[in-house]
């Protein structure tokens, strides 16, 4: 009898610190920052480049189906069009964008629109071509597109 008890303890034990560890690496969500440069080829903005960054808290992305993430989650978007820098606040349709689109744990897009006319996905335009670069935890937390 007192070698199934400690069996059940060992076991019961094991459980609990199995499910201490997974929620412990679930709590320790943490803010991700990527660089963005926008090449384009085509259209009449054809050899124009633009940069820009974006920050998020990754604590509320479960890795499946499509998640979006905004201002309200955390979301920081910042980009230079045309020599200007734009931040979140000046998307024309703040505080209910920019967006942050995730397709199974994957970024799909940033839904991020400056202009005057009707919001267009500029990020899947063809000959719109965005190259990501995640930052280095050790890189400098100043963000390219401060307003100047």
């Not at 926008?38 to 808290?57: E, H, I, P, W």
């Not at 009707?118 to 990020?123: A, D, E, I, M």
């Not at 719109?128 to 280095?136: Q, T």
């Amino acid at each position: 009898m007192l070698n199934l008890f400690s069996k059940r303890s060992f076991v019961i034990a094991i459980a609990a610190l199995s499910t201490a560890v997974i929620t412990t690496s679930l709590a320790h969500a943490s803010t991700i920052t990527y660089d963005f440069t926008v090449n384009v080829t085509q259209g009449s903005l054809a050899g124009k480049t633009f940069n820009g960054t974006f920050s998020y808290d990754d604590a509320t992305l479960k890795g499946t189906g499509i998640e979006e993430l905004g201002v309200a989650q955390g979301l920081t978007a910042c980009m230079n069009y045309f020599g200007r820098n734009y931040s979140e606040t000046d998307d024309t349709s703040y505080p209910a964008f920019p967006k942050l689109v995730f397709e199974d744990g994957k970024i799909k897009q940033l839904d991020f629109w400056i202009q005057p006319n009707k919001r267009l996905n500029w990020w899947d335009l063809p000959g719109w071509e965005v190259k990501l670069s995640m930052r280095k935890a050790a890189a400098s937390a100043v963000s390219n597109c401060q307003k100047r």
